[in-house]
Nanobody, 118 residues
Framework: QVTLVESGGGLVQPGGSLRLSCAASSTIFSNIFVVYNMGWYRQAPGKQRELVASITRDDKLRYADSVKGRFTISRDSAKSTLYLQMNSLKPEDTAVYYC????????WGQGTQVTVSS
């Protein structure tokens, strides 16, 4: 069983920055990052959930074209925390952002709202 808890969302002006955090815990593994591939997804109103960024167990990174050069995914194994640094935010980045862990099983966090507006 894996529990994911996101934080760090909020209201920010266009061009601003936010850092999302996802605290990950497992009843079985002390370091879930060696077992699970991790990712950030987002879902805007009326749209499908989409991948924003991911990092595999062996550190392969992947970004959606729309966020390349602006967002950075990272993780801290000692803190069991996944991060998403978001810079140069645009109104179209407005969405609920979800943390995801996947391997044999898949887990989702509850989501954190990010609103980019002046």
């Amino acid at each position: 069983q894996v529990t994911l808890v996101e934080s760090g969302g909020g209201l920010v002006q266009p061009g601003g920055s936010l850092r999302l955090s996802c605290a990950a815990s497992s009843t079985i593994f002390s370091n879930i990052f060696v077992v699970y591939n991790m990712g950030w997804y987002r879902q805007a109103p009326g749209k499908q959930r989409e991948l924003v960024a991911s990092i595999t167990r062996d550190d392969k990174l992947r970004y959606a074209d729309s966020v390349k050069g602006r967002f950075t995914i990272s993780r801290d194994s000692a803190k069991s925390t996944l991060y998403l640094q978001m810079n140069s935010l645009k109104p179209e980045d407005t969405a609920v952002y979800y943390c995801n862990a996947n391997s044999q099983y898949e887990y989702w966090g509850q989501g954190t709202q990010v609103t980019v507006s002046s």
